[in-house]
């Protein structure tokens, strides 16, 4: 191990996402609700769902293999592997012990992370400091989502927001001074009430009551988290640009978290951002969790919106309640 710390970078890209389209109007049929609701509450049209076989190790698998092919890596390569998902297959093992296996990374230690939407962001941060300080050289993070599964079909309030897709990045040493230049993290379990599956846990392992009463779907105060998302959207992405020795003025891209168009619009305006700087994609696919920014990432990479040198933000808040940002000088 080297006692100065080697920059680390984001250096391959992939995403994947089921064919199924839900549109605003097939929900519909279900809740009483409306495309112009919708569209209007959230910026969402559509989302999309994977099929009843379908886990999220398999949108993983999928996402994971797309980036080792854009980062020229081996399975064989990877040291670690890092899988953020509030969907895991089971329980346990880990969802990220399934992609490994899937995957032949015969070489690679494998773990789960639960952030929530902010999952992707907290792995990007773990897994680049054992990069860091000389522990691994590759490390692949992926987000993994089946939320369709988690959701209560017959709650219009959370039923509308949630699609499911896979992202992946492989993490490597980049260039001095490039990649990752900061981080910001956080946690406030006072509002874990706000998101949450209430059953099927230790607290309240699963019986025929709790399933009866649809407590092992994910249940939501949206106005409460809203607020916190405006807030903490906008500070974070300070902090993390004051970390990095920046200013808004020095940021070329932002790539945030997928919920919901208002959210999104409140961090542009705090930085001072112009509309064609920030990626939005959840039209399309609504909110993927962990997923969301690595699929955006992956999108406005392909799209030739982040150029190497540019410096790009990432910000999420989620369940927990939690929140990341993340400045990148994107290294290729
Ligand atoms: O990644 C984190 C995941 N969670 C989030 O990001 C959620 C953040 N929160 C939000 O995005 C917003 O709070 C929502 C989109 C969930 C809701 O928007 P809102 O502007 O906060 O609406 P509201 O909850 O205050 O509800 C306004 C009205 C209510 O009716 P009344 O009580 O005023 O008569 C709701 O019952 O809209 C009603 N409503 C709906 N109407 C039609 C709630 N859901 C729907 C729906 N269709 N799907």
């Known amino acids: 191990m080297s006692s100065n710390p080697r920059s680390v970078g ?29 569209l209007s509450r959230t910026g969402i049209s559509e989302r999309r769902k994977a099929s009843e076989q379908e886990a999220a190790s398999d949108l993983g698998l999928m996402a994971a293999r797309r980036a080792l092919a854009a980062a020229n890596v081996r399975p064989e ?9 509030i969907t895991p297959d089971m329980f346990f093992p880990a969802t990220a012990c399934l992609i490994q296996k899937n995957l032949g990374a015969i070489n690679a230690a494998a773990f789960d992370l639960s952030a929530a939407c902010s999952g992707f962001i907290y792995a990007l ?39 499911d897709g896979a992202g992946a990045a492989v993490l490597q040493p980049v260039a001095k001074d490039s990649g990752f230049l ?13 998101l949450q599956i209430p059953a099927g846990g230790s607290r309240k392992p699963a ?32 902090k ?3 970390k990095a020795g920046l ?34 994609n959840l039209d399309k696919y609504g909110n993927m969790s962990s997923a969301s ?3 955006a990432l992956s999108e406005a990479v392909a799209k030739g919106y982040i150029q190497k040198g540019n410096i790009i933000l990432l910000v999420a808040f989620g369940a927990g309640l939690t929140w990341g940002s993340a400045v990148i000088k994107w290294a290729i």
């Open 10 to 38: 984001i250096v391959g890209l992939g995403s994947w996402l089921p064919d199924n389209k839900i549109s605003n109007y097939d929900l519909m049929k279900l809740v009483d609700t409306s495309d112009e609701w919708i």
């Open 207 to 238: 019986s025929l009551e709790t399933v009866l009463n649809k407590e092992h779907f994910l249940k939501m105060n949206g106005n409460e988290v809203f607020k916190f998302a405006v807030k903490k959207m906008g500070d974070i992405s300070v």
């Open 293 to 295: 920014i690595p699929i």
């Open 77 to 85: 390569e990877i040291d670690l592997i890092i899988v953020a998902t």
């Open 125 to 163: 941060s773990v897994g680049s400091q054992f990069i860091a300080n000389g522990h691994y050289d590759t490390v692949l993070v992926v987000a993994a989502e089946v939320m369709t599964k988690i959701i209560n079909w017959e709650d219009r309030n959370s039923c509308i927001l949630f699609g």
């Open 247 to 280: 200013t808004e003025e020095d940021l070329d891209y932002l790539v945030p978290h997928q919920a919901n168009t208002r959210i999104i619009d409140a961090a542009r305006k705090r930085l001072g951002l112009a509309e064609d700087k920030v990626y939005i």
């Open 182 to 194: 900061s981080f910001e993290l956080g946690a406030d379990g006072t509002g874990a009430e706000y």
């Open 240 to 242: 993390a640009l004051e």
